[in-house]
């Protein structure tokens, strides 16, 4: 789903124990108090439009019931119940393998397997559909290579097959690394204790090593999971009914947006259960953990005649998630520059981008120190919760978020309606929860001692947060300021429902292409975001390995 | 009472239900160094920071030069203290380089800084090193550029937490002295925690021992471990062997025969031997009969486990490397007088 979701996953599996005791930074401060109004503020602002959202559809009465229960609500819900099933098969199916092999075995060039793997994730979901559409669909590149060979049409792309393909590749770098994570950092010793006791070879896998993947797996699966529900872009070049691209149709075709916001309510309903699942599921990832003694490395696996396969497998994966996605780039924008392309409006369309980008960066950044402050300082329940309202643009898909913003502003507030400032709100909610992440993880990076020592040389608090705590977490925040920077340029829902009319980003301008065909003009644009993800990705590993 | 520049005085202090100090009294004077030693959990490190400031205690008093910091109605926080602390890990800040971490306490224009910190540097032996930064330092310059930036706005007292536990074994008594001499050559007053007995009977003027939240005993060293006045410190700090005794006056009669007391004592005691009062030699040389029941052999010297004839009396000797007796060997035994008694308690 987002970013940092996956970067969590990603924390606990690496997540070392801290060998310093842990007594609870500045607890004794008075004064937490105006940093739990700040962010009662902030999280109730951002909770404002979906909860208005949720009590208009309820709302809605007999004919809303009616509406929910019909046939085609039921085919929606069944049609985003099928495909989030099908591709967690599929991204656990591919992804657990494929981690296994990269991390334990002696398959050839590992590395390059793994980052051509992982490089999937540069490419926005949308764009990677683009991409699948041009190779495979109807008069793709595919299509015309088998043209001479008499071939003259393959099997439709578009429905539910196409989807799931899209999604599942697009969802294997979140198996892949919880699961690698833990691979690495369980214990060699528990499958050398297993060997030492007589089990052999894939029984081990399955007795020893399995158990210990089994939350990262099951982590990595909610993450598919929910990313599979709230994901726009590829069902919507699809064209599969699933809730994210009905609800936009119903928004933009009908002029009953009741309907839409009665979608949104069911595909909230089907979030919260799965987030519901994952916070049982918080208590065991424990497991994976190793104490603090020193490891050494686990024993590499020989595959011996499984090797030839275990390279088609891999190569297939980095061929159609990273290598064909450069082909057709390249393709795009050789194209596109022998058409030649309008450099003008791209200008105006990269500037539009970033600077509203950046505008809600900065409002990100302004508004999570609050909640960062607080998470950090405290550790009280209802703290957590009143941060916890901040992470919603985390967990509800933004295509909800977006609408319920719609339909709050042309409602409460007209003036807001169609405006810059609300397309800035929606991307600041949509991606608070990676300003506050970012600023709490590296707020809590800095151990205790470090104010300690600032108090025990009379260092004052205001002095301490200025000499001290930011100074030691600067990197951090800043990364995590890029990283929202980033995201919004990416993002297409939220933009699409909610920029003013006339208002071109790249990604509308990408979006708006595809539907009229227009493959080879949005070349450049298009790898202009590709670059934009390489980077926030970069970014979002940055820290990875201290 | 001015003498004192700390003053503890009936600490309590609980965290949640678990009571960590119940009435803790301590004091030190000018220029000493004071070693808080405890079992893990014992309350050394609540200690510590009741007095740097960073937690107040429920009852009791905390007074720095006559200053009160610490009561039921004052509670002066860490930074107006004045009270330098150095950390088990040292906390060095990562993005400053030596001479901006020593400064970091510092008031005053650039000059006089720099000033100081140059003569912080030459204290500790690193002079020329302020440009390195934290993790350029082997674990000892670290421990020392992290004394300095303690001691470097002059606190009234330094506070150390398990000073010398981050560091290798091999560096760790040289690292001891010198740090004790810089500690002298400025005349700070320092109280230090620590689990490690040699490291609290080496490094301290004054050595207290902290136990289940309470001071057991505080005396200088030498006084601690020859003449413990519970039965609990002498098994804390060091080895013993208790033997059954009856006293008459300053002697006892026990299975090793008659032993001189330290004081007078009447009826049913226990005598305090530590085994390196155990003198050991072959039986034909007299002295108590016994058999060596096992041996433990570290190098520099060994211990032994003895059974008395009597085939009750246990008792662990410690020798010279040069002893060659093993097991079921039959020796005599001396136990060097006087001896320690304690009253017998169930």
Redesign the interface.
Known sequence: MSEIRLLSAFRTATLRHVNHPRYEPLRLWRGTGGLKFLTAVIGGLVLLPVVYLVIRALGAGQDGLAYVFSARTLEVLGNSIVLMVAVVIGAVGIGVPFAWLTTRSDLPLRRVWLIGGMLIMVVPSYIGAMMVITAFGPRGLLQQLLEPMGVERIAPIYGFFGAWCVLTLYCVPYIVLPVRAALLHADPALEEAARSMGVRGSAIFWRVTMPLLRPAIGAGALLTALYALSDFGAVALMRYDAFTRVIYAQYTNSFDRSRAALLALLLIGLTVALLLIERRSLSRRRMYRTGVGSQHKARVVLLKRWKVPAILFCATLVGVGSVLPLVILTHWVVRGVNAGINLDSLTLETFNTASVSLIAAVVIAVLSLAPALLAFRSRRKVDQWLVGMTYLGNGVPSIVVALALVFFASNVTPALYQTMPILIVGYTIRFLPIGVGAMRSALMGVSPRFEEVGRTLGLHRWQLVRRVTIPLARSGILAGLALAFLSAMKELPTTLLLAPTGFRTLPVEIWMANSDGRFAEVGAPTLLLVLVGAVSLSLMFRGKDR | MQSFVLECRQLHKSYGNTSVLHGVTFNARPGEIVGLIGASGGGK?TML?LI?????PDQGAISINGRQVASAAIRI?????????V???Y?L???LNVHDNIG??L?GDKRTTAARVAQMLTLIGLGGLGDRMPDELSGGQQQRVALA??LA?Q?QIL?LDEPFSNLDAALRAQVRAEVRAILKKTGVTCVFVTHDQQEALSFADTVAVLMNGRILQMDEPQALYRKPETRAVAAFIGESNFIPAIAHGESAQSALGVLPLDAAYHGEIDVLIRPESVRIASLSQGGIPARVMWREYYGHDQRFGLMLDDGVTEIIARAGAWQAFTEGDRVGLWVAPPVRAFPKTG
């Open positions: 490190t920071r740097a400031g960073f937690d107040y926080p860490a930074e107006q203290r004045r009270v330098g602390m950390f088990q890990e906390a800040f990562p993005h970091f306490g008031k930036r303690a706005p606190p506070l």
